[in-house]
């Protein structure tokens, strides 16, 4: 038992690991919740998010810091393609994970602090959806 314990681990583990360099974004789901209206792409939407990079951890930015969710369009080629697919779906107070492989991201351009070809890492949480009335989340 011992050893089937020890292998699903590294398993985890190992599925982790190829996750961050596959070619496609790995979506944690954090805090999901039941609405009448999810996210959809022409959305005007409210994110507070925090970026990190996954090679070593070290912050680049956070909309927490500033004390202000990012507003931007979903859908619409306004961001980058990790969040513009894969912040569809979400109830407002929806939280989620999203570990982007470059090819999604910035790709073999540097970005600021953002060294180029990198794998970066954002905890999201939508705040809002304009025109949508933001009825308390309702944990699942």
């Known amino acids: 038992m011992r050893l089937l314990s020890l292998s699903l681990a590294l398993l985890a583990t190992t599925t982790s690991l190829v996750s961050a360099d596959s070619d496609s974004v790995t979506v944690d789901i954090v ?3 039941e609405c009448e209206r999810r996210t959809q792409a022409g959305d005007q939407v409210q994110v507070h998010y925090r970026g990190t990079l996954a090679a070593d951890g070290s912050q680049f930015d956070a ?3 500033r004390g202000a969710p ?3 369009t979903v859908g ?3 961001v980058i393609k990790g969040w513009d697919d894969n912040l569809l779906g979400m109830c407002i107070g929806d939280k989620r994970k999203l570990t982007i492989p470059p090819k999604f991201g910035y790709g073999d351009r ?3 602090p953002i060294p180029a070809g990198s794998t970066l890492i954002f905890e ?3 705040m809002g959806i304009a025109g949508v ?3 308390p989340p309702h944990e699942l």
């Open 31 to 33: 805090r999901s919740s």
């Open 63 to 65: 909309s927490y810091d």
């Open 70 to 72: 990012f507003t931007f």
């Open 76 to 78: 619409k080629g306004q």
């Open 110 to 112: 540097a970005m600021g």
């Open 124 to 126: 999201t949480e939508l």
């Open 133 to 135: 009335k933001g009825d």
